[in-house]
Every structure is written in structure tokens, then in C-alpha cells.
């Protein structure tokens, strides 16, 4: 393992072993209630299943860097309690973030989380906004960290010419994401059309013809 790669693994450990102190979720009540995402039983989380293995806190999905040739050039890679069921009751999960030169995590939030990105890879101009709608932002490189604050719309965008990637650390096993674009126009059923144009300013036409870019793929 090269120095470099050193340093990521102290420091992914470290945010989460932090982020587990301050979760998000509700304390857990025993040892561990790894998940069982094939139950019908509705709680807040997931059922807790019998038969536990090592292979329900292990995941490899982020070793590799995720293919970046989507519509946004960016991918998210989610290590949270759907990949992991032994998270569950356990309030971290993690993510990893690949963009490609001019790739944008466009404006989102995490309803259920604070978040902390790591950066392995190049450099990314982020931000987040407040309810105030102040713009916190900053450029970041390689080796460098940046936080969002749960609840507030922020993003993440790759300027350089280089493809980059970061390791972000949630202090929920679910945090949950709304991407604002996709939201109010790709709804289902989808939010009426008179609501958005009052809400945006602009012509039915164009809440129309915004809503088609975010229409299912038949």
C-alpha cells in the first residue's frame, strides 16, 4: 500500500469512526441487527434477520472507479445498508464519487445525513447553501476534505481536465438523496405544471420541455 493510500485508510476510518458518535439514526439497542431487505415488516429501518454472516458487512463496490459517461458525467456508488446489511441499527455508510473532466454532482441533498467527502483524486469546485441562501464554497484537491451540513442543497463539480473521485462518509446507513432537478421534474406523478412555472418564472413550454429531459426511458 503506497503512503498515499495509507493516509486514505486512517482517514475513511477516522470519519466514520466519528461520524458513529454523532449518527443521525437512533442508537441501537444490542451487538448488531443486520438487515433483512427481503422482510415485509415495516419498521424504521429494517428487520433484523437470524442467520448472519461476514459477508453482510462486506462490500468491494469501491475499489474500482465507477463509469462516468451519464448524462451528468458523474457516479455515485452507494456502500450503505441496500449493499451492506450489516449497517443496519449501525448509523455510517459511505459512497464513492467518480467524475469525469466537467462531471457534476448536480444540486442535491441528503435528508437524513450531514456528509464529508474525501478527495482521492483531482480537484472539484463544491459548495452548499444555506437556508439564508448563503453559497459556502471552495475548491479542493487531492487528499483534502470539504463537509455538507444535513438537510442543505449542495454540489460537486470536476473543472479540471482530469477525471476525479472522492470517498464521502455519512453519518446514517440510509441517508437518502433528492437531486432538486430531478425531483421537481421528474416526478410521479409529476408536480403540476402551474406550480413550477409560478415557482421558476418561466412559460409552460419550458417547464415542459425541462420535464422531458427527466422522463423515464421507455
Same mark, same amino acid.
Given at each position: ?8 485508510l ?9 461520524l ?21 415488516v415495516?419498521? &424504521?429501518?429494517?428487520?433484523? /434477520? #437470524?442467520?448472519?454472516?461476514? @459477508?453482510?458487512?462486506? =462490500?468491494?463496490g469501491l ?10 458525467g ?7 445498508v ?13 459512497s ?10 448536480p ?18 469546485d ?6 439564508? &441562501?448563503?453559497?459556502?464554497? /471552495? #475548491?479542493?484537491k487531492?487528499? @483534502?476534505?470539504f463537509? =455538507? ?10 473543472n ?9 462518509a455519512f ?12 425531483t421537481l421534474f421528474g416526478?410521479?406523478?409529476?408536480v ?6 409560478k ?20
Open positions: 500500500m503506497t503512503g498515499f493510500g495509507r493516509v486514505v486512517v482517514m475513511v476510518v477516522a470519519t466514520v469512526m466519528m458513529s458518535s454523532v449518527s443521525a439514526d437512533p442508537d441501537l439497542l444490542q451487538d448488531l441487527c443486520v438487515a433483512d431487505l427481503t422482510s415485509g415495516k419498521v &424504521n429501518g429494517f428487520a433484523c /434477520k #437470524s442467520n448472519v454472516t461476514a @459477508e453482510d458487512f462486506f =462490500f468491494a475499489a474500482n472507479p465507477g463509469a462516468t459517461n451519464t448524462t451528468t458523474s457516479l455515485v456508488t452507494a456502500a450503505n441496500e449493499k451492506i446489511p450489516g449497517l443496519n441499527t449501525l448509523g455510517v455508510s459511505l464513492r464519487i467518480d467524475y469525469a473532466p466537467g462531471g457534476l454532482n444540486p442535491h441533498t441528503h435528508p437524513r445525513a450531514t456528509e464529508i467527502v474525501f478527495v482521492l483524486e483531482g480537484e472539484l463544491v459548495g452548499f447553501i444555506t437556508t439564508a &441562501n448563503v453559497l459556502i464554497s /471552495k #475548491s479542493i487531492k487528499g @483534502e476534505i463537509t =455538507f451540513p444535513k438537510g442543505l442543497v449542495h454540489f460537486q463539480k470536476n479540471g481536465k482530469v477525471p476525479a473521485s472522492v470517498i464521502a453519518n446514517s446507513q440510509l441517508p437518502g438523496t433528492q437531486s432538486i432537478a430531478a416526478a410521479t406523478p409529476p403540476p405544471d402551474d406550480v413550477l412555472t415557482a421558476f418564472q418561466v412559460d409552460t413550454k419550458e417547464v415542459q420541455k425541462i420535464k422531458s429531459k427527466f422522463a423515464p426511458k421507455k
